[in-house]
């Protein structure tokens, strides 16, 4: 069990500013989780680089995003895709050790900024008009999954190439948030799990996951009422553009880091 003081000492030893801003990005990455189903990883882990060192920011999104696709479930579940589910979570369960692998002799950055612009060039495409007319099949569906565990391996993106897929493809948009939320909930334990075994959690991790808890919740519950009121083209512009901020974000992070 957590003390009071375990939770509230890492708080209180931040300046206001650098909590403001903490609050602001926590706030913000809650609510678009909540509308689109993706991108509170790749928000928290770009905002809070500024104010927490990055293994503790990538930790304390893990624990986030665990709590927020376990709120959001329950009224995502009846739109889930189970069979395009399925076929991810085999492809994922292949490809995260695959990923990690490659992590081991490559450096985060690079392979943060091949899979940004991989991102950013299939999202300018799908924007374009362009759409996927292929076969959607169990192997399909499994090879994306191995793609995506790979990316999650490498650098913590493994949601953007399915969300690109998906969004190239006549998927409704409710099906596509519902499959995302219970894919990202899988993915989360298992890299937190991983992380686990690294020994990288920790009490401060764990104290800030429990103080943002209120924030993100009320962010996830303004994102699901926004989500209710927008009508599938708008989700589908808002999730491309979202695609496209955060692989430009991730490429000028990734260039940075490398310079």
């Not at 099906?175 to 020994?199: E, K, M, N």
């Not at 764990?206 to 083209?233: C, E, M, N």
Request: with cysteine; hydrophobic share 55%; proline share 4%.
């Amino acid at each position: 069990m957590f003390e009071l003081d375990q939770i509230l000492n890492p708080i209180t030893a931040l300046p206001a500013a650098e909590l403001a801003l903490a609050t602001v990005v926590l706030l913000t990455a809650a609510i678009i989780r909540g509308l689109t189903g993706f991108g509170f990883s790749a928000i928290v882990v770009s905002g809070l680089s500024w104010v927490l060192p990055p293994a503790q920011t990538v930790i304390l999104a893990l624990f986030l995003e665990i709590s927020a696709s376990i709120h959001l479930l329950p009224s995502a579940w009846k739109n889930i895709d189970w069979l395009l589910l399925g076929a991810l979570a085999v492809g994922i369960g292949v490809g995260t050790p695959m990923g990690i692998a490659l992590l081991a002799w490559m450096a985060p950055e690079a392979g943060q900024l091949v899979i940004s612009c991989l991102v950013l060039g299939f999202a300018l495409l799908i924007l374009k008009g362009v759409s996927y007319q292929g076969p959607r099949n169990f192997s399909v569906h499994g090879g994306l999954g191995v793609v995506s565990g790979i990316c999650n391996g490498t650098a913590a993106l493994g949601g953007l190439p399915i969300v690109t897929f998906l969004l190239s493809t006549d998927t409704r948009a409710v099906t596509t948030r519902a499959t995302l939320i219970a894919a990202f909930l899988g993915t989360d334990i298992y890299a937190l799990s991983l992380a686990g075994g690294h020994g990288l959690l920790n009490t401060t991790v764990s104290g800030y996951a429990l103080a943002s808890l209120p924030v993100v919740i009320i962010g996830i519950t303004l994102g699901q009422r926004l989500f209710k009121v927008a009508s599938p083209d708008l989700f589908k512009t808002l999730a491309l553009i979202l695609l496209l901020g955060l692989s430009v974000i991730g490429i000028i992070r990734s260039l940075v880091l490398m310079l």
